[in-house]
């Protein structure tokens, strides 16, 4: 059983930051890759940042240069560092993670936190 726990959402101003955590935990897992996605109400859900193992961070062309994607290996974390907010950003941001069982691949989903970037 995989767990992903997020948490640092909130209510925030359009210019303001915040940042996100990435939880996992479980067994049996390893853990390839991290990412975040976002959905907005009546949109569909879109990647927003990952990390992969051995790779360079990968962002959605609309978050380069304000948010930045990070792990911390040994907590088995993801951040998300979010800058420069914009009302654009508000959605429901999603902790991902894809690795491997010993038989197989796998993929997990966090339950989600909600960014509100309003004046």
């Known amino acids: 059983q995989v767990q992903l726990v997020e948490s640092g959402g909130g209510l925030v101003q359009p210019g303001g930051s915040l940042r996100l955590s990435c939880a996992a935990s479980g067994i049996m897992f390893t853990i390839n890759a991290m990412g975040w996605y976002r959905q907005a109400p009546g949109k569909q859900r879109e990647l927003v940042a990952t990390i992969t193992n051995g790779d360079s961070p990968k962002y959605a062309d609309s978050v380069k240069g304000r948010f930045t994607i990070s792990r911390d290996y040994a907590k088995n974390t993801a951040y998300l560092q979010m800058n420069s907010l914009k009302p654009d950003d508000t959605a429901v941001y999603y902790c991902?993670?894809?690795?491997?069982?010993?038989w197989g691949r796998g993929e997990h989903w966090g339950q989600g936190t909600q960014v509100t970037v309003s004046s």
């Open positions: 991902n993670a894809k690795g491997d069982y010993e």
